[in-house]
């Protein structure tokens, strides 16, 4: 369901716009109106008010209206990302080949949106955990070593050990 089109207002519209095209299609369709309308009259109404509602809803809170321009991204009203970013509807994003800034405008969008994408921010927490652990185990493994044999580098050790094992095998 397109909000937009169900509020029959251009998708840059203003607050105002967005405001006054509520107030008529909220008094047309408003339940107290169609109380006396037959069953199915009074329920198309009131499921109509309920769309109108949250389309108003939607559309006069900043963030709101944000999230939903970039989840139905001019695609007939098509839903172009899941819940956690997985895309699985493909934008129909077209790719122009134009003198202008045009097409780098649009394939830069395209790169800030993913990387926003909850899935790409988690997996990039992830790596980066996971990195940090590593970093972190490699130089404990490193201080463990130096608490245990002070004096004695990993390489003097190895050489003793060889030494002792040379002896070892001469008697």
């Given at each position: 369901m397109d909000h937009y089109k169900l509020l029959g207002l251009s998708r840059n519209a203003s607050k105002e716009e967005i405001k006054e095209a509520f107030r008529k299609l909220a008094m047309q369709f408003h339940p107290d109106k169609h109380a006396h309308s037959p069953k199915s009259v009074r329920d198309g109404a009131t499921l109509r008010f309920k769309q109108v509602s949250e389309a108003y809803e939607v559309l006069i809170d900043d963030r709101k209206r944000v999230d939903y321009n970039l989840r139905y991204n001019n695609n007939g009203g098509r839903r172009t990302s899941g819940g956690y970013g997985y895309s699985y509807n493909r934008p129909n994003y077209s790719y122009r080949r134009t003198a202008n800034w045009d097409g780098f405008v649009s394939k830069f969008e395209i790169a800030v949106?993913?990387?926003?994408?909850?899935?790409?921010?988690?997996?990039?927490?992830?790596?980066?955990?996971?990195?940090?652990?590593?970093?972190?185990?490699?130089?404990?493994?490193?201080?463990?070593?130096?608490?245990?044999?002070?004096?004695?580098?990993?390489?003097d050790a190895m050489e003793s050990i060889e030494k002792a094992k040379a002896l070892k095998e001469k008697t």
């Open positions: 949106r993913f990387l926003n994408t909850r899935a790409f921010l988690l997996n990039l927490a992830l790596a980066g955990a996971l990195l940090g652990g590593t970093v972190i185990i490699d130089m404990s493994r490193e201080e463990l070593w130096k608490m245990r044999n002070p004096g004695k580098s990993f390489e």
